[in-house]
């Protein structure tokens, strides 16, 4: 499974911004993706998870209410929406797909909001 993705960027505190991930390889294996950040100087963090199906979706508290993940299967391709961007979001956000124990991950985009 190879995952790329895209749509990081510098941008306004309170402003949006849409990463996707796309996916290629054996991408029926897949049993659920994520997106996970890394800032400066500390440990990578769950941001959400979401399950093959997009049925079932989870949150790290600190972005519930303004992230939202979603995937599109026919696609090959798993989002996450974020608004109301705060300085603490600033981090390289990755992608992230689980075949069953096996986890593949991303190369990462930067994402960066100015105070």
């Known amino acids: 499974v190879q995952l790329v993705e895209s749509g990081g960027g510098l941008v306004q505190a309170g402003g949006s911004l849409r990463l996707s991930c796309a996916a290629s390889?054996?991408?029926?294996?897949?049993?659920?993706m994520g997106w996970y950040r890394q800032a400066p100087g500390k440990q990578r963090e769950l941001v959400a998870t979401?399950?093959?199906?997009?049925?079932?979706?989870n949150y790290a508290n600190s972005v519930k209410g303004r992230f939202t993940i979603s995937r599109d299967n026919a696609k090959n391709t798993m989002y996450l929406q974020m608004n109301s961007l705060k300085p603490e979001d600033t981090a390289v956000y990755v992608c992230?797909?689980?075949?069953?124990?096996?986890?593949?991950w991303g190369q990462g985009t930067q994402v960066t909001v100015s105070s």
């Open positions: 992230n797909a689980r075949v069953v124990v096996v986890n593949y």
């Open positions: 390889g054996s991408t029926f294996s897949i049993n659920a």
């Open positions: 979401i399950t093959t199906s997009g049925g079932s979706t």
